[in-house]
C-alpha cells in the first residue's frame, strides 16, 4: 500500500514542524557544505560560523527553555543532520552553558542570556575533571569565598582537577559555568557553579586562568575542547548561581537543600537535557547515514543472474537484512526519543525519579544504534563509504563522542538499573502481570505475541536481578562487589530490556493513533519487524528462560526474513519520510556517483552544487 511520505515525516518529527522546516531551508546556504584537507582552525571558525547563522535567524534560543523546550531537541536533531561539530558547539553553548545561566540563575544573571542568543558571550560547561569524570562529586576544583572582597576565589589544586573536554573552551568561549568545591568561613558547603570569565572581551585569556588545547580527535574536530586551570581566579560574590544557594550579605552561606549530595545532583540536573540533546543530534545523524546508504544500494548496480552488472545491491537479501533491520529499530528509537522529551519537558516534580531513569536509556540507545548504523552501512557502501566526502566518517565520529558525553553509556545503564531496582524492592513500580504458561508455543507470527515476550523479558531480568542481590547480600557478599563484579551482564541487560519495552509501546501507540491508512500500515510493518529483533536478538535469554523452544527460535529468524522482503520494496520510501531533504545530502554516493567521478576529487564535495562554487569555495579553503 503507498503512504504519504510527508505525512511519515510529520508523525516522526512531532513537534515544531514548522522550525524544522525553516531548519532545513537554512541549510541550502553554501556555508553548510562540508570542507575537507582543511586546517584545524579552519574547521572551529567554520563550525562556529555555522552556529552563528542557526543562531542568527532564531532558530534555537536558551530562552526556549522557558518557552518551548522541545524546540531545543528539534534543533538538535536537524543540525544533526548537517554537521556533528558545529551541533556540539551548540549543544553546549545553548543547553549546558545557557541552559545551566537560566535554570540555576536569577533575576541577577539574565542580562547575559540575550548575548548568549547572539553568541557574543559564547560559554562552555566546567563539569568534568582530569580525574573525575563518572565520579564528578569528587571533583578538586574549590571556590573559596572571602568576605572581606566579597569575592570568590576559583584555584585548580592538582592535574587531576583540571577542567577536562571543555567543549568551546579552547578557542571561542569568554565564560565558563565552573562547578567547585565550596568553601565558606573553613566550612565545606559541597559543589557549587559559578559563573567566570575566562577570556576578555578581546579573546585574551583572563588573568589567571589557563586554557590548553586537548588535540587532533578521531571525529568532530571543528569542536574546540580544551582543558582549563584556575590560579586565584577572583569573580564576585553574585557570580554563584543562586537559585539553590547564596551568599548572605552578612558572609554565611545559605541554601534551600540541606544535603550537599542532593544538592549537586540538582545543579547538575541539565545534564538529563544534555542526554536528550545529543540522543536528538544522534538520531539526526543515523537517518543521515541510513539516507546515504540507501540512496547509494538503490542506485549501485553490480552483478545479476545474467552475470552483467544490472542488480542494484538493495535487491540484495544481504543488503537488506544488513540495512532494513537498523531503519525499523531507527524509527522505533524515534518514538520512544518523541515520549521521553514529553515526559521530560512536561513532568511534575513527583515523576523526576522515572524521568532520570528514561532519559538516562535514551541517550544510550540512540548514540550506540548511530555507530551501529554508521559502521554497518559504512561496510556495506564498500569502498566509497570509507570516503569522508560520504559522511559515514563524520557519523561514527559523532557516535563515539554520543557515547561518552554527558554520561559513558555502560554506565547511564548501570543507573537505570539500579533505579528501577529500588523503585521495583520499594513497591514504587509495577508490571503487568503475564502468564507465560505454553510460551513456546505461542503463535511468533502475532504482533502481541511478540509485545509479550518483550515485556517478559524486562520483567524477568528484573526479578533475577532483584532475586540475586537479595540473596549474595544476605550470604555476607559487599554490594560494591556483587553490583560491580559479578552481575555486570544482568545489569546491563535490564536496561535495554527497559529502554527497547518503552520505545516498541510507544511506536504502538503512535500507530493505534494514526488516522493515515498508509502510514499505520507501513509503521505496523516496521514495529512487526523491530519487535522481531527484539527476540531474535535475544534468543539466548528466550531459549534459557523457557519462553521461546528451539523451534521457535529457527521459525522466528524465519519469519523476520519474510518482514525484511515485505518492507524492502517500500524502503526508499521509507528513507524518503524520514525528513533528510536532498539538499542535506553531500554523500556523492547519493547523489550522482558517475558524475562526481569525472573531475578531481580533492573539492569541497556536494555534487549538485555548480563546479564554480566548488572552485571558490575550495580556492578559500
Not at 44 to 62: M, P, Q, T
Not at 92 to 104: E, P, R, S, W
Not at 231 to 237: C, F, G, M
Request: hydrophobic content about 45%; overall charge neutral; some cysteine.
Amino acid at each position: 500500500m503507498p503512504f504519504d511520505t510527508g505525512r511519515f515525516t510529520h508523525v516522526l518529527e512531532a513537534d515544531n514542524q514548522e522550525k524544522r522546516a525553516g531548519l532545513k531551508n537554512l541549510f541550502r546556504d553554501g556555508t553548510f557544505v562540508p570542507r575537507y584537507d582543511v586546517s584545524l582552525r579552519y574547521m572551529r571558525e567554520i563550525a562556529l560560523e555555522r552556529l552563528k547563522k542557526v543562531a542568527d535567524h532564531g532558530f534555537i534560543s536558551v530562552f526556549d527553555f522557558e518557552r518551548n523546550p522541545l524546540n531545543v531537541f528539534a534543533a538538535h536533531e536537524v543540525c544533526g543532520m548537517i554537521d556533528a561539530s558545529f551541533t556540539t558547539k551548540m549543544t553546549v553553548q545553548f543547553n549546558l552553558f545557557g541552559g545551566t545561566m537560566i535554570k540555576l540563575g536569577t533575576e541577577r544573571h539574565r542580562k547575559i542570556l540575550p548575548e548568549i542568543d547572539s553568541l557574543n558571550a559564547v560559554g562552555c560547561f566546567a563539569l568534568t575533571e582530569l580525574g573525575y569524570g563518572n565520579n564528578a562529586v569528587e571533583m578538586e576544583t574549590t571556590a573559596i569565598y572571602e568576605h572581606s572582597t566579597r569575592e570568590w576565589i576559583i584555584n585548580t589544586p592538582s592535574t587531576l582537577a583540571a577542567k577536562y573536554w571543555i567543549t568551546n573552551g579552547s578557542v571561542h568561549s569568554k565564560w565558563a559555568v565552573v562547578f567547585a568545591q565550596t568553601f565558606v568561613q573553613g566550612k565545606h558547603e559541597g559543589i557549587n557553579v559559578f559563573l567566570v570569565r575566562i577570556r576578555q572581551e578581546d579573546m585574551s585569556v583572563a588573568p589567571g586562568v589557563r586554557i590548553d588545547e586537548m588535540g587532533y580527535k578521531i571525529g568532530c574536530n571543528g569542536v574546540d575542547n580544551g582543558k582549563l586551570w584556575f590560579h586565584n581566579v577572583r569573580v564576585p560574590a553574585e557570580n554563584i548561581l543562586n537559585k539553590y544557594a547564596d551568599i548572605l550579605p552578612d558572609g554565611t552561606y545559605k541554601s534551600s537543600i540541606n544535603s550537599r549530595r542532593a544538592r549537586f545532583l540538582v545543579v547538575a540536573d541539565q545534564l538529563l537535557a544534555g542526554r536528550l540533546c545529543i540522543a536528538s543530534m544522534a538520531l539526526g545523524g543515523t537517518k543521515k547515514a541510513l539516507t546515504v546508504a540507501f540512496r547509494y544500494a538503490a542506485s549501485r548496480k553490480t552483478v545479476g543472474p545474467t552475470g552483467k552488472s544490472d542488480t542494484a545491491i538493495l535487491d540484495y537479501q544481504l543488503q537488506q537484512n544488513a540495512l532494513i533491520p537498523l531503519l525499523a529499530r531507527t524509527i522505533a528509537l524515534n518514538f520512544g526519543l518523541n515520549y521521553v522529551k514529553n515526559r521530560w519537558a512536561f513532568h511534575k516534580e513527583s515523576e523526576h525519579a522515572e524521568i532520570v531513569r528514561l532519559c538516562c536509556i535514551i541517550k544510550p540507545l540512540l548514540s550506540w544504534n548511530l555507530e551501529r548504523v554508521a559502521s554497518i552501512a559504512r561496510e556495506r557502501c564498500g569502498g566509497q563509504g570509507y570516503l569522508a566526502a560520504n559522511e559515514f566518517g563524520e557519523m561514527i565520529g559523532l557516535a563515539h563522542a554520543a557515547m561518552t558525553a554527558e554520561g559513558d553509556n555502560s554506565v547511564l545503564t548501570q543507573k537505570v538499573s539500579k533505579e528501577l531496582l529500588a523503585a521495583f524492592d520499594a513497591k514504587q513500580i509495577t508490571y503487568p502481570t503475564i502468564d507465560a504458561t505454553g510460551s513456546t508455543n505461542w503463535d511468533l507470527s502475532k504482533l502481541q505475541t511478540l509485545v509479550k515476550l518483550v515485556q517478559l523479558r524486562e520483567i524477568i531480568l528484573l526479578q533475577t536481578l532483584s532475586k540475586q542481590m537479595k540473596q549474595k547480600l544476605a550470604q555476607g557478599s559487599k554490594l560494591f562487589d556483587v553490583w560491580m563484579k559479578e552481575e555486570s551482564n544482568l545489569i546491563q541487560s535490564l536496561a535495554r530490556a527497559f529502554g527497547e519495552r518503552n520505545c516498541l509501546e510507544q511506536l504502538l501507540i503512535v500507530i493505534n493513533k494514526e488516522s493515515d491508512a498508509g502510514v499505520k500500515n507501513v509503521l505496523t510493518k516496521i514495529a512487526h519487524l523491530f519487535a522481531h529483533t527484539l527476540v531474535t536478538d535475544n534468543l539466548t535469554f528466550f531459549i534459557t528462560a523457557e519462553l521461546v523452544s528451539p523451534a521457535g527460535a529457527r521459525h522466528a529468524l524465519e519469519l523476520q526474513s519474510q518482514l525484511i522482503k515485505e518492507i524492502a520494496p517500500e524502503a526508499l520510501n521509507i528513507i524518503e519520510g524520514l525528513g533528510v531533504k536532498p539538499w542535506m545530502v553531500f554523500a556523492p554516493i547519493a547523489n550522482d556517483w558517475v558524475e562526481y567521478n569525472v573531475i578531481d576529487n580533492r573539492r569541497p564535495h556536494n555534487s549538485v552544487l555548480p563546479l564554480s562554487f566548488i572552485v571558490v569555495n575550495n580556492a578559500v579553503a
